[in-house]
């Protein structure tokens, strides 16, 4: 007798990400109560399950949904904001005096929701955010019902939020504790970086990351002005002083990890750490190109990230997984590096385990939440097909995306959003890009 279940799937392909470069063709995913319960040949599966629904997709690809490892998701309302600037003009020009005019519970909570959904658009069903206000965050991240890691920002100069580190733990750490039960939010210790965050507070951070079991995600060599204020400031390089005060291990997501000599390589994969490669950024910023090929070759688990849509400017996860093979391989000399499976293998489970989470998701495996994105592969520009990984990376765009499910719960049916109108996310971005546009015009000299 069939076995009844939700939702069975029978896609053209399936590319389940374990074992490492699978594809499957006449396959199907079952999935009930939302999680995984088998991925087995379409034929069978029509034998063994009675699906209450039963989903058929021919000429899509069905894989994990990704998992953006490194983004200030609120940022979404500032895209564009504070274009072809170097990152430290960037922000003591721009963001910062926006930031401090501008953030608050609301705008987090909108700046979210709308970055939430734009992930969700692309396939993205998991994110990892560090901004302010994380309450709002996580309210914004339960509405759309997208998986979200949310960062324990700290900070040592005080904001519309916070006044000083020891504040914005206490706040943060109130925001953790308040959100224990939901099953979609979890949390990270995230010091903003090293030229904005103090050894005492470090130190802190590394106690509370083990007392906690939780990652700590850090901006990392990002530039060359960073190291160098190190070096002047404290005597050694970032790396190096994280590794004194106790922070390199297997729970530091180091994000963007631009400049890197072979020592800090070696002491990166040696402890174990993560790495949150986001190449557009690094790239319209002029940070650099994060050498990924040498960290993967040293046994670095390299996960993707978008940054904020103040640096991209798109929430687009597929975008930088083709950025990042591409980068790789101009930047080694080696046509061979980061092919298109490892390319979705940092962009869904290297980001999984990167937040702790690669238990539950990041890969289509009996157990796992049914988080999962269905792209599209068969539209005329994009034939013939020989390779449905080389597609997802070199041919397909976010707009192909045609289904995402979070804990097997659908979000994006035909590319359309579910729970959320598109006229009401038109209508929350119009709100704030006439605040934000009124703030330009005040601080106009000519307006004066």
């Known amino acids: 007798m069939a076995h009844p279940i939700d939702l069975l799937i029978e896609p053209g392909w399936i590319i389940p990400v374990e074992p490492a470069g699978a594809v499957l063709e006449g396959h199907a995913l079952a999935i009930e109560k939302g999680r995984i319960v088998a991925l087995l040949p379409a034929a069978e599966a029509a034998s063994r399950y009675a699906p209450r629904e039963h ?73 990892s955010d560090m901004y302010f206000f994380p309450g709002a965050a996580a309210e914004a991240a339960r509405q759309a019902g997208i998986r979200a890691v949310l960062g324990v920002t700290v900070i040592e100069f ?11 733990l206490a706040k943060g750490l109130a925001v953790r504790d308040a959100w224990r039960d939901e099953p979609l939010v979890s949390f990270t210790l995230a010091p903003h970086a090293p030229y904005t965050v103090s050894d005492r507070t470090f130190e802190r951070v590394a106690t509370l990351a083990a007392q906690l079991d939780v990652p700590i995600h850090i901006h990392l060599h990002e530039t060359m002005a960073e190291i160098e204020e190190s070096i002047s400031g404290h005597g050694v390089r970032p790396i190096e002083r994280l590794h004194r005060l106790g922070l390199l291990g297997p729970n530091l997501i180091a994000v963007h990890a631009v400049h890197l000599n072979q020592q800090e390589i070696n002491q990166l994969g040696a402890s174990g750490c993560f790495v949150a490669h986001c190449p557009t950024s690094n790239l319209k910023l002029a940070s650099g190109i994060a050498p990924i090929a040498d960290l993967q070759a040293n046994g670095i688990r390299v996960a993707l990230g978008t940054d904020g849509a103040a640096s991209n400017n ?132 000519q307006a004066h």
Not at 91 to 102: C, G, Q, V
Not at 158 to 168: F, L, M, S
Not at 356 to 366: F, Q
């Open 55 to 127: 989903l058929r997709l021919p000429g899509e690809v069905l894989l994990p949904g990704f998992v953006n490892a490194h983004t200030h998701a609120a940022m979404a309302l500032l895209r564009g904001y504070a274009d072809d600037l170097p990152l430290m003009r960037w922000l003591n020009e721009r963001i910062w005096p926006a930031e401090k005019e501008h953030a608050s519970p609301d705008f987090i909570r909108d700046g979210t929701l709308l970055a939430a959904w734009e992930m969700l658009r692309g396939g993205v069903t998991c994110f």
């Open 314 to 445: 798109r929430l687009d996860v597929m975008r930088e997984m083709r950025q990042a093979t591409l980068l790789a391989k101009a930047g080694s000399g080696d046509a061979t590096a980061v092919s298109a499976h490892q390319a979705l293998r940092m962009a869904t489970l290297d980001g999984a385990a990167a937040l702790g989470l690669e238990a539950i998701t990041g890969s289509l495996v009996p157990g796992k939440w049914a988080d999962l994105c269905s792209i599209r592969l068969d539209e005329w520009t994009g034939l013939p097909c020989y390779d449905p990984a080389s597609h997802v990376v070199h041919v397909a765009g976010r707009e192909q995306v045609s289904h995402v499910w979070v804990a097997g719960k659908m979000r994006i049916r035909g590319g359309q959003p579910l729970g959320m109108s598109i006229p009401e996310l038109i209508g929350i971005s119009k709100s704030w890009h006439n605040r934000l546009s009124l703030r330009e015009l005040d601080n106009c000299p």
């Open 158 to 168: 005080p904001t519309a939020y916070a006044t000083d580190a020891d504040d914005y």
